[in-house]
C-alpha cells in the first residue's frame, strides 16, 4: 500500500514530467473514475496547463492554472507511470493524462481503489488529517492526546489518519518495531518515554522507506524489518517474526523484542 514515501516520490515523478506543461487529453480508462468525474469535465481539462503538484501525507493536489485542481488519491495499490504518447499502455491502466509536449502519465492500479476528482478554484478537499509525521506539531504530548480516549491496540489506532498523517500499515508494523512496542499494547496507555520513543520510530521508519525505490508498491530485498517477514529471523534479536491479524490487516512484529 502507498504510505507517505511512496506517495512523496510518485508527487515528485509527477512534477518532474509535468509542472509547466499543458494537458492535451485526459482519459479515464475504468468505470469506477468515470463515476467519479463527468466526461463534461475530463473534457474541459483539455489546454490547462499544470502549475503545481502539491502532496500532503497520502493526498496528491494537481493545480491547474485555471485554479482548478485534481485531487488524486493511491488507496491501496496506485501509482504513476511515467512515458510518452506511443508507448504501449501498462498494465493496470486507469486513467491517462496526456501532455502537449507528447508525454504521457498514467495511473496504474491492480486493484481500481485509486480515485480522482476535479475540484473547482479555492475549494479544498475536506480530510481529517493529524501532523505531518516530521513537523514539530507531531511530539508524544500530541500523541498523548491523540491516543487518550484509544482502548484498541496500538498499531491498528496508527493507521488512523487523524492521528499521523501518511503512516499505513506497513510503516506502522516497522514503527512498532523500531520502538520496541508490542502491536497490542493498549494505545492509551503508552507512557511518555514509550510515545517519545515511537514519534521517534515512525521518523526512522519512514526515512528508510524514503530512501528505496518502489514500483507498483512491490517490496525489495532488504527492505523492511519485519514487515511480510513472518517465519524469518528478527533482524534485533534473531527470535522468530510473527503474524497476527488485526483489524483485518496483517501485521508483523517480534515477539521477543516487542514483547510489551
Known amino acids: 500500500m502507498p504510505e507517505l514515501p511512496e506517495v512523496e516520490r510518485a508527487a515528485r515523478r509527477l512534477r518532474r514530467v509535468a509542472v509547466g506543461r499543458q494537458i492535451a487529453?485526459?482519459?479515464?480508462?475504468?468505470?469506477?473514475?468515470?463515476?467519479?468525474?463527468?466526461a463534461l469535465d475530463v473534457a474541459s481539462l483539455t489546454g490547462c496547463t499544470i502549475v503545481a503538484v502539491e502532496q500532503q501525507a497520502k493526498h496528491q493536489r494537481v493545480v491547474l492554472n485555471d485554479g482548478r485542481s485534481m485531487h488524486v488519491h493511491f488507496r491501496m495499490a496506485g501509482d504513476w507511470d511515467v512515458g510518452i504518447s506511443d508507448d504501449a499502455l501498462p498494465r493496470h491502466a486507469?486513467?491517462?493524462?496526456?501532455?502537449e509536449d507528447g508525454g504521457r502519465v498514467t495511473l496504474v492500479d491492480p486493484r481500481?481503489?485509486?480515485t480522482l476528482q476535479i475540484f473547482a478554484a479555492g475549494a479544498i478537499p475536506k480530510a481529517r488529517l493529524g501532523p505531518n509525521p516530521f513537523s514539530k506539531q507531531f511530539t508524544a504530548d500530541w500523541l498523548g492526546t491523540a491516543l487518550k480516549r484509544r482502548r484498541g491496540a496500538i498499531k491498528p489506532?496508527?493507521?488512523?489518519?487523524g492521528v499521523v498523517a501518511g503512516v499505513g500499515n506497513i510503516y506502522a508494523a516497522e514503527a512498532l518495531w523500531e520502538a520496541r512496542i508490542s502491536p497490542r499494547a493498549?494505545?492509551?496507555?503508552?507512557?511518555?518515554?514509550?510515545?517519545?520513543?515511537?514519534?521517534g520510530a515512525i521518523r526512522i521508519a519512514l526515512?528508510?522507506?524514503?530512501?528505496?525505490?518502489?514500483r507498483y508498491n512491490?517490496?525489495?530485498?532488504?527492505?523492511?524489518?519485519?514487515?511480510?517477514?513472518?517465519?524469518?529471523?528478527?533482524?534485533?534479536?534473531?527470535?522468530?517474526?510473527?503474524?497476527?491479524?488485526?483489524?483485518?490487516?496483517?501485521?508483523y512484529y517480534c515477539p521477543?523484542?516487542?514483547a510489551r
Open 157 to 161: 489506532v496508527l493507521l488512523d489518519q
Open 256 to 258: 521477543r523484542c516487542q
Open 207 to 214: 526515512r528508510r522507506g524514503r530512501g528505496t525505490r518502489s
Open 94 to 99: 486507469r486513467a491517462v493524462l496526456s501532455l
Open 25 to 38: 487529453r485526459i482519459e479515464l480508462l475504468h468505470p469506477a473514475l468515470q463515476r467519479q468525474v463527468s
Open 218 to 251: 512491490e517490496a525489495f530485498e532488504g527492505r523492511f524489518r519485519v514487515y511480510d517477514r513472518a517465519g524469518e529471523a528478527c533482524p534485533r534479536c534473531g527470535s522468530t517474526i510473527r503474524r497476527i491479524v488485526q483489524a483485518g490487516r496483517s501485521t
Open 186 to 199: 493498549i494505545a492509551s496507555k503508552l507512557s511518555a518515554p514509550r510515545r517519545l520513543a515511537l514519534v
Open 112 to 114: 481500481a481503489l485509486s
